[in-house]
């Protein structure tokens, strides 16, 4: 194993390499960037109300045990001088298509896995670009020089690999100031064994609390010792397929290919509330704008879904979800709407209802429109999506949004919405 960006060993050529970068704190990190004030103190993006959420938090925030996905309040209890920032995704979304533009000149296989995450293959790309080890170390002070942003880096001979080298890169969040990590991990094939032996079995993908609770009965407690242990022993708690796969993952057999422009499954908004809401017609106006952000970016994607749902979440974290397929499919923000209103009108609101989430999948690039006599306005509706979206891409996507009616629930047609709050990609208001 060879750590650190300044040392290479010379890979060997023909062996596959793949790299795994994630920017570190990164929500966090940009704000710092733009706020240079705020270096060395703890920073926290997320929501600051009662039912916020923490997005990303600075190392040294996460030094007082704060992380993310905690409860705001439940972070400022642990670190009281945090500055709290409500974050802003159009500007991460900016910075991280920079950064996969760096990416995607290492090689055409790059797969994002989140705005600030991907794996890139790297496999025969020695003539290009040289050592793999040595443009692991460049990517990471290019990343730096260009966008002002640290990354940590992870290079295996496979993505298992590739991404717990990355967590191995990482700073470490100390009281007395973040520990600085190796910033580039390189695990070279015969390294694997002795580079996964002494790791947690939580770090294995599809490893959580219930299977590692079964391993740990059995007195696995490394991914060294489910891989010692072999099939027979596992299939009696996990079972033949999961057992299998599960050593197959602790011998660092993963044969997973690095995939380029992994198709969009699903898009979806949600928002969660300050307090509950119990009545239909309290949630109308947020359900519009998060059926008009799901529209706006099926569009932009070129994208259709013939699937509308929506996602219901109770005071007492109960969950409810609720799905229609449609005839024909969309990408209008009238029909979206109009599918996600019947499907929130058919539940039971009473016990109050502390989030609410629109989403399309089964999607598929979009068709050219058919002309249908029967309804002329479905074109209407066409081009008024269109036109909001030129809108917006000239102006900035808070230029023009839904006037919400005023009164409760219509009686008929669909909710309408007020601008002004965000919803993206299954981030919700509290969070972000």
């Avoid at 704190?25 to 959420?53: M, N, Q, T």
């Avoid at 999948?361 to 006599?373: D, I, K």
């Amino acid at each position: 194993m060879i750590t650190g960006p300044g040392r290479s060993g010379g890979a060997t050529p023909g062996r596959r390499w793949v790299l795994h970068v994630d920017m570190d704190c990164f929500f966090a990190a940009v704000e710092v960037l733009r706020h240079p004030e705020l270096v060395g103190r703890p920073v926290l993006v997320g929501g600051d109300g009662r039912r916020g959420v923490v997005a990303a938090a600075s190392y040294e925030a996460r030094a007082t045990g704060v992380r993310s996905a905690m409860a705001m309040t439940e972070a400022l209890r642990r670190c009281p001088v945090a500055v709290v920032l409500p974050g802003d995704l159009d500007h991460y979304r900016s910075v991280s298509g920079r950064f996969m533009s760096i990416l995607d000149e290492l090689s055409p296989l790059v797969e994002p896995l989140s705005l600030d995450e991907a794996f890139v293959e790297l496999t025969g790309s020695e003539r290009r670009l040289g050592d793999p080890v040595v443009t692991a170390a460049r990517l990471r002070q290019r990343v730096h020089s260009d966008l002002g942003l640290w990354v940590s880096v992870g290079l295996g001979p496979s993505k298992l690999v590739a991404k717990l080298a990355t967590e191995a890169a990482k700073p470490t969040p100390d009281p007395r100031g973040p520990v600085a990590g190796p910033g580039v991990v390189v695990v070279r094939p015969p390294d694997v064994e002795g580079f996964l032996g002494p790791l947690p079995v939580r770090a294995l993908p599809g490893v959580g609390p219930v299977a590692a609770d079964k391993l740990g009965r059995l007195g696995l407690g490394t991914v060294g010792e489910v891989a010692a242990a072999g099939e027979t022993t596992l299939r009696r708690v996990l079972g033949g397929p999961a057992a299998r796969q599960l050593v197959a993952l602790a011998r660092g057999n993963d044969p997973r290919p690095v995939v380029a422009d992994a198709p969009t499954k699903s898009i979806s908004s949600e928002r969660t509330f300050a307090t509950d809401r119990a009545d239909a017609g309290e949630l109308e106006g947020d359900l519009a704008v998060m059926a008009d952000s799901v529209a706006t970016r099926l569009r932009s994607a070129g994208l259709t879904a013939t699937t509308v749902q929506i996602k219901v979440r109770h005071g007492d974290f109960r969950t409810l979800t609720r799905a229609r397929r449609l005839d024909t499919p969309t990408d209008a923000t009238a029909t979206i709407r109009e599918v996600a209103w019947n499907l929130l009108c058919g539940l039971d609101l009473s016990p109050g209802v502390r989030l609410v989430g629109v989403g399309t999948s089964g999607l598929a690039a979009a068709a050219p429109a058919q002309l249908r006599l029967d309804r002329l306005s479905d074109d209407e509706e066409r081009i008024l999506d269109r036109t909001v979206d030129s809108v917006r891409r000239r102006f900035g996507s808070k230029a023009i949004g839904a006037a919400r009616q005023a009164g409760n629930v219509r009686t008929s047609g669909a909710p309408v919405g007020t601008p002004g709050h965000r919803n993206d990609e299954g981030v919700s208001d509290a969070t972000l």
